[in-house]
């Protein structure tokens, strides 16, 4: 089949385009709105399935979709103000996936029963990121009370806060190596901090933006991550190197 990609807008829709590499192709004559909130989308995935959008809104709540049909297959209610990410557990067979908002809230739900499973509150301002362990046991979360933290699903507790007194920017999006040693931490005053992840110290700050970090993600080979920005420019690096590509 075709690959797709899911956008999520301040329009209140999940909009599914099909990729192309034709420059003459009318992307917008053939995107699908999937996905209709009450409020702005603020993240959106594929799972596993890649017949199913898992959604996050303003209005509060996350939900599930069938991509055909646009039909409502499930609602998760349970943040008290607006949810603003969202990462699915990474097993092929994971029923699970976990969610932040502003709210200051990381809720694990299953994907099933539409349920809570596990909550925690430790944060003391807007989760921005979550992102699963890759053993699918723990997450982290990245919050604009400059901290980063990691709680243990099993413990059902948290275990690390990644913070430094002169850290004083919100984070915004965070992200694991393939090995999961180290943590990667995108912040609002420009800067990528790297976090051992069992140590709780930091190894390095990456430079290079010139605005603040909206956005990054391991690669799947672990090789290397990309980072996203208000500057309007996206930046590869080499995740042992540290240098920009």
């Known amino acids: 089949p075709r690959p797709h990609v899911p956008l999520d807008g301040l329009d209140n829709k999940c ?18 709105s999937v996905a209709m909130h009450t409020n702005y989308l603020s993240a959106c995935s594929f799972t ?20 055909e049909s646009g039909q409502l297959l499930q609602s998760f209610h349970g943040h008290g103000a607006d949810v603003l990410c969202l990462d699915l557990a990474p097993s092929e067979t994971g029923n699970t996936f976990v969610s932040g908002g502003c709210d ?9 029963s539409g349920q809570c499973v ?20 723990a997450f982290a979360s990245g919050s604009d009370d400059a901290t980063c933290r990691l709680y243990d699903l099993r413990a059902d507790r948290e275990v690390a806060i990644y913070s430094k007194e002169s850290i004083i920017f919100g984070a915004s999006s965070v992200d694991f190596s393939l090995s999961g040693r180290l943590l990667f931490a995108g912040y609002n005053d420009y800067t990528i901090n790297v976090w051992d992840v069992l140590k709780g110290s930091r190894v390095s700050i990456l430079f290079g933006h010139e605005n603040r970090v909206s956005t990054l993600r391991v690669s799947p080979d672990g090789t290397a991550f990309c980072s996203g920005s208000w500057d309007h420019t996206l930046r590869v690096r080499d995740d042992f190197l540290f240098s920009c590509v």
Not at 17 to 31: G, I
Not at 48 to 67: K, R
Not at 128 to 137: E, I, T
């Open 15 to 32: 909009s599914v385009y099909p990729l192309t590499f034709d420059k003459n192709e009318n992307m917008a004559a053939k995107k699908k």
């Open 48 to 67: 596993n399935s890649d017949m199913q959008i898992l959604t996050a809104s303003g209005d509060g709540t996350c939900a599930l979709w069938d991509v």
């Open 104 to 112: 200051k809230k990381a809720m694990v739900w299953d994907m099933r």
């Open 118 to 137: 596990q909550a925690f509150e430790t944060h003391e301002s807007d989760i921005n990121s979550v992102r699963y362990y890759p053993s699918g046991d």
